[in-house]
């Protein structure tokens, strides 16, 4: 849609600025990097102005890792876009370059920038801590044991669901999953939180009877089928980062319900949270500040922990630093649990990433991108910014079998060869 207006805006203007830039940042944020070039030269031909050949040229330099050239274009495109999205170029180029200091500074001015927003995003990002934290009280054996009895099973194959702090390598696990076409992924979809809320919320989940559970299960799947067609026998993964703090509505409507947990060190996720130009929900809006991402990671894993522990969840976990490692070595016994073939020559993600189009999360670059390890301890260059939070975060780190001394990962499974 938007493609579509700026095109038409250049069809009436063929060098406005404005619709270049939209342009160009569209095929950035869809991966169609290789139509920069002819944009580009389209441009250069109708003569445009000096500032938006500038910022197309960033986009075109730093996707082909010419990062000072990248910079110095940046600096010479002005106020093109919007202060936010400037910013988090900027600091991502100037990470490129080694110029960490500089980098984490810049992302602090992004987010800076959106906590100024009308809509108060640190407000609305208390809010939904504190909301969770009522779901959370809720959780106990008494609770579970008053639950009404639940509907009959389901025909159709139950989901599952694939749950992760963000960034922590959940849009690259779920399209490494569609190397098996009976897979079905759904990209960040509300249908499990709109399928609670017809039940009334978390609170009236105990009291929900069998008719209207089977009804919101009816719906949660008429929705997937609207977006994507009929589900018949394909399996869906319902990949959502943040229904970590939604086992309770999972295991309602589907109490055979699996999960799959991926994990990165939670360091290095709550950087890449903090440098990450997200859209700003409520969840996401924790990530303005570091202290608000460290307090939502430690509830959201108390919570996770609690509701594991509580619904006896089947759980099987996938390591980012595993899986960037030797990914077949971490992915086969997960295609295995899942009863999934496992392609004859190995897993191409990449090949998965084309297929599947549009990325729609804020990992739409990485997933693109040959398997790479540079964000494996990348928090370590930017530890002195990290040391406030860095006391939440130590039990976690613990926990999950990390290190904040040295480049220590969980181990492989035992019994694994």
């Known amino acids: 849609v938007a493609e579509t207006a700026y095109e038409k805006a250049l069809a009436v203007q063929s060098a406005f600025g404005p619709a270049l830039v939209g342009l160009a940042s569209v095929y950035e944020r869809v991966n169609r990097e290789a139509e920069l070039d002819p944009l580009h030269a389209r441009a250069l031909s109708d003569q445009a102005d000096a500032q938006t050949l500038a910022f197309i040229e960033a986009l075109r330099f730093k996707r082909a890792g010419r990062f000072e050239e990248a910079r110095q274009a940046l600096e010479e495109a002005g106020d093109v876009i919007v202060s936010g999205r400037l910013l988090h170029l900027r600091g991502t180029v100037l990470d490129r370059l080694g110029r960490h200091d500089e980098a984490f500074g ?138 970590l703090n939604k086992v309770a509505i999972a295991r309602r409507l589907f109490p055979d319900a699996r999960f799959i947990l991926a994990l990165r060190h939670p360091a290095d996720v709550l950087l890449s949270c903090f440098i990450t130009n997200f859209r700003i929900n409520n969840a996401m809006a924790n990530f303005l500040d570091l202290d608000d991402a460290a307090a939502l990671y430690d509830l959201t894993f108390r919570h996770w922990e609690k509701a594991r522990e509580l619904f006896g969840a089947p759980v099987r976990e996938v390591v980012y630093e595993r899986l960037v490692l030797d990914t077949a070595r971490e992915l086969r016994p997960l295609f295995d649990w899942l009863g999934l073939a496992w392609p004859d020559s190995g897993v191409d993600h990449l090949d998965a990433a084309r297929r599947r189009g549009a990325v729609s999360t804020a990992s739409y670059a990485q997933v693109v991108e040959p398997i790479y390890s540079r964000s494996a301890g990348r928090w370590a260059r930017y530890r002195e910014h990290l040391e406030p939070i860095l006391p939440m975060l130590a039990p976690w780190v613990e926990r999950f079998g990390y290190s904040l001394d040295d480049a220590t990962i969980p181990g492989w499974p035992s019994g694994e060869a």
């Open 106 to 243: 810049t992302f602090a001015d992004m987010n800076r920038h959106w906590q100024a927003d009308p809509t108060n995003p640190r407000d609305r990002a208390r809010d939904y801590r504190e909301a969770m934290a009522r779901a959370d009280a809720l959780l106990s054996r008494e609770w579970l044991a008053g639950w009404s009895a639940p509907p009959s099973p389901d025909p159709r194959r139950t989901p599952i669901f694939l749950v992760g702090f963000p960034r922590s390598g959940t849009t690259l696990l779920d399209t490494m999953l569609m190397a098996d076409p009976s897979v079905l992924v759904l990209e960040e979809e509300p249908f499990l939180v709109e399928a609670e809320t017809e039940l009334g919320g978390v609170d009236a989940l105990a009291r929900a009877q069998a008719g209207a559970i089977a009804a919101a299960r009816n719906g949660y799947f008429a929705r997937i089928e609207a977006l994507s067609g009929p589900v018949g026998d394909r399996l869906v993964i319902d990949k959502h980062p943040m229904h």
